[in-house]
């Protein structure tokens, strides 16, 4: 429809909350999320610093719908689908970012490989734009699997051009941190290079030899 026809966003001046006027308008947009991202490709492209969404994971248990129809584990085309239908919207995600913005996208270990795949693509944002997965914690107890517990899902990052992003790091706890030697990176703090103790036992010990020659014992 979008080939032919150009969506428009309609107010609803019932739903309206203004708390402040001198403050900066915040919009909500109901809708198709294809829709929503062509739009916003009228009126806001390249000056949108971060993106983060949160798209179907395409579990096969009707989280995903594709041409009207949900998409079932027993789809032989079911990863090429999910790969269609991100790859549009992804498209004009990034025409949305500033060179200095990021955009993160969180998933499963269902898609997160196919995912990198195609976020590594020179055509959308290529691998020399790649950030980092960042693992996170979803739940305590286990679950998803009989053979393996899972407890985390995946972060990918990812910048418009690498070459102009930059993060301003704060220090948490600056207090810890001192430069001493003037370092032009800015404060650090020396650490163990020791691994902690786990449940499942000592790691084995290793050495390193420093460039005096001493040796420390990890």
Request: aromatic residues 10%; contains cysteine; hydrophobic residues 35%.
């Given at each position: 429809?979008?080939?032919k026809?150009?969506?428009?966003?309609?107010?609803?001046?019932?739903?309206?909350?203004?708390?402040?006027?001198?403050?900066?308008?915040?919009?909500?947009i109901?809708g198709?999320?294809?829709?929503?991202?062509?739009i916003?490709?009228?009126?806001?492209a390249?000056k949108?610093?971060?993106?983060?969404?949160?798209?179907?994971?395409?579990?096969?248990?009707?989280?995903?719908?594709?041409?009207?129809?949900?998409?079932?584990?027993?789809?032989?085309?079911?990863?090429?689908?999910?790969?269609a239908?991100?790859?549009k919207?992804?498209?004009?995600?990034?025409n949305l970012?500033?060179?200095t913005?990021?955009i993160?996208?969180?998933i499963?270990?269902?898609?997160?490989?196919?995912?990198?795949?195609?976020?590594?693509?020179?055509?959308?944002?290529?691998?020399?734009?790649?950030?980092?997965?960042?693992?996170?914690?979803?739940?305590?107890?286990?679950?998803?699997?009989?053979?393996?517990?899972?407890?985390?899902e995946?972060?990918?990052?990812?910048?418009?051009?690498?070459?102009?992003?930059?993060?301003?790091?704060?220090l948490?706890?600056?207090?810890?941190?001192?430069?001493?030697?003037?370092?032009?990176?800015?404060?650090?703090?020396?650490?163990?290079?020791?691994?902690?103790?786990?449940?499942?036992g000592?790691?084995k010990?290793?050495?390193?030899i420093?460039p005096?020659?001493?040796?420390?014992?990890?």
């Amino acid at each position: 429809m979008c080939k032919k026809k150009l969506p428009v966003l309609k107010e609803v001046k019932n739903k309206e909350i203004i708390t402040d006027k001198d403050k900066p308008v915040n919009l909500l947009i109901e809708g198709d999320n294809y829709h929503a991202l062509l739009i916003l490709n009228y009126t806001h492209a390249k000056k949108v610093d971060v993106i983060y969404i949160d798209p179907p994971y395409n579990t096969g248990n009707k989280d995903f719908i594709f041409n009207d129809y949900y998409v079932d584990r027993e789809d032989s085309y079911r990863h090429s689908k999910w790969l269609a239908f991100m790859e549009k919207r992804l498209k004009l995600a990034k025409n949305l970012l500033k060179d200095t913005g990021v955009i993160f996208i969180s998933i499963d270990d269902n898609e997160v490989a196919q995912l990198k795949l195609l976020m590594d693509n020179p055509d959308l944002f290529g691998e020399n734009n790649f950030l980092s997965i960042i693992k996170w914690r979803r739940k305590i107890t286990g679950g998803g699997s009989n053979i393996f517990n899972q407890k985390t899902e995946y972060i990918l990052s990812y910048t418009r051009n690498k070459n102009r992003f930059n993060i301003n790091k704060e220090l948490t706890r600056p207090e810890a941190y001192s430069n001493p030697d003037n370092d032009s990176r800015g404060p650090w703090q020396s650490v163990t290079i020791k691994a902690s103790v786990t449940q499942a036992g000592n790691r084995k010990p290793y050495t390193i030899i420093t460039p005096t020659g001493k040796k420390i014992i990890g």
